[in-house]
């Protein structure tokens, strides 16, 4: 009988255990932590776990209304609220079995830097002028940086490891310089919290930063990345970091993107456009927005092979077909062509932010625009090029008296210096064994350095007009 009359009771006991042991506590994706930032008067979704069918309740102070979100059978939630303008600090808090609070949030612009080392590189790796920033860095607490770890997967994550930190000395010191210096011109003259999400890793092909749906499903790039050399040092094989170091970023929400990548797809530059073409789409796609892409076109540099670094410059040139994008001339930012991570990063920053600034903040009186090829006239024997973005006219910088790197041809394809005499926005072009010039090419070549400038500073972009093959053999 005792047998009997205990059982209920240990049942119960036992039932009680398995549901308390079935509880779980909000947990929140690392992106969310004190110190971050949320984009600005935008919907941003707030996401996380927590035990099947549990309430969660979130109240943000910036207006101190509190909603409620269900987690599904899943253990996942997921909810969105609207921000404000830009302001803060502010405190979020999470409240259901546990409570969580997110001290010190933030409420600006939000952007993602990614890309290969050029976009990683940081004071630790060797970039002295970072230091000058040191002693003001403690009073920059608008910007604020999540560095995620170089990670890969084989499969999208919803998750990754990081924290929001204050700009500060010691932060700053293993942080993208690049991102660095964009953000801080955006703080300067937005006068509103920046944040900073650094998702790169030196020597990555842009492959590995695609969704594999996006190769696999395309003949021409999946013939591509086959060609990838694999390493030791950095992963090759498509979509492995985008699944680690990307898709757990896409549910939150961001004004847009800069990237610094290149020199690891010079061996296929013939479909770098198309890829580039197709990872944006991917990234737009996934974040459900078509947010505003800036990129650095890769610097001189003597790379083994002829002209693959100019065939990558003309790729990237032509990305700019793809719609809210902007590219960023450095050829001028170069003093070693024999390092392949040139040291200026302040400029390459600062241009950046100008494109944003001028494109997506609508900001006026801005020159962002470096000049471009337009068309080209024929008279003769000189050939006349014309320039869009150059409507104040050219010039020349440096010690050179007159302009390099513009080259003539004719119907034999041989290319010869070209005598340059400017005029306004455009530039007039001969050589005296060449009667009937067909071509022009300028700056086209791996190491090619111009010299010739808008009146506003910006250097002239590399550029070709002809279409003929290219020799890419190994270089004597």
């Known amino acids: 009988m005792k047998r009997t009359t205990l059982l209920p009771a240990i049942l119960l006991s036992v039932s009680f255990f398995i549901s308390a042991f079935c509880l779980g506590d909000i ?3 690392a992106i969310f932590s004190d110190n971050m930032v949320l984009q600005q008067q935008a919907n941003v979704t707030l996401w996380g776990w927590s035990s099947p069918a549990e309430k969660i309740y979130i109240t943000t102070s910036w207006n101190n209304v509190t909603d409620s979100v269900t987690a599904n059978g899943n253990a996942h939630w997921k909810t969105s609220i609207h921000t404000p303008a830009a302001g803060g600090p502010y405190t979020i808090t999470f409240k259901a079995r546990n409570t ?7 409420l600006g612009e939000v952007w993602v ?26 009073a920059k607490t608008n910007i604020r940086f999540f560095q995620l770890p170089q990670t890969t997967s084989e499969h999208p994550q919803d998750n990754c490891p990081g924290t929001w930190k204050n700009c500060g000395p010691e932060t700053l010191k293993s942080f993208s310089a690049v991102a660095y210096y964009f953000g801080k011109k955006l703080e300067e003259q937005l006068h509103v919290p920046i944040g900073l999400i650094n998702t790169s890793w030196g020597g990555t092909p842009a492959e590995v930063w695609t969704p594999a749906e996006a190769i696999d499903n395309d003949p021409v790039l999946k013939e591509a990345a086959a060609k990838q050399p694999k390493t030791d040092w950095w ?29 690891s797809n010079t061996g296929t530059a013939a479909s770098y456009q198309q890829l580039m073409t197709a990872m944006i789409g991917s990234w ?3 974040w459900d927005k078509a947010f505003p892409f800036y990129y650095v076109q890769i610097a001189p540099f003597a790379y083994g092979n002829k002209h693959i670094g100019a065939l990558l410059r003309e790729a990237q040139n032509k990305t700019m077909a793809v719609p809210n994008t ?10 070693d062509i024999k390092n392949i991570h040139p040291k200026n990063k302040h400029d390459v920053g600062a241009r950046l932010a100008a494109w944003a600034l001028a494109e997506t903040y609508h900001k006026e009186g801005l020159t962002y625009k470096s000049p471009e090829y337009k068309h080209l006239t024929v008279s003769k024997n000189k050939a ?17 008296k007159k302009a390099t790197e513009f ?36 700056a086209f070549g791996n190491t090619a350095i111009g010299n010739i400038f808008s009146k506003e500073g910006l250097p002239v972009c590399p550029f070709r007009t002809d279409d003929w093959e290219v020799d890419t053999s190994k270089e004597k």
């Open 27 to 29: 947990r929140l994706p």
């Open 100 to 106: 969580i609070v997110l001290n010190n949030v933030m």
């Open 284 to 286: 737009r796609k996934a």
């Open 235 to 263: 992963p090759t094989a498509p979509a492995l970091t985008y699944n680690a170091m990307i898709a757990p970023l896409t549910q939150f929400n961001i004004a847009g993107a800069i990237w610094y990548q290149g020199e």
């Open 384 to 400: 006349t090029v014309y320039f869009d973005n150059a409507a104040s006219g050219l010039t020349l910088k440096g010690q050179e």
């Open 407 to 442: 080259y003539i041809a004719g119907e034999d394809k041989n290319f010869l210096p070209a005598d340059v005499k400017i005029e306004g926005d455009h530039v007039i072009l001969s050589n005296k064994a060449i009667k009937d010039p067909v071509a022009v090419r300028f």
């Open 113 to 138: 830097c990614s890309g290969q080392s050029n976009m990683q590189w940081s004071y630790h790796n060797g970039l002295p002028e970072i230091e000058q920033e040191f002693a003001g860095a403690a």
């Open 326 to 335: 902007g590219m960023v001339v450095i050829t001028d930012l170069v003093d």
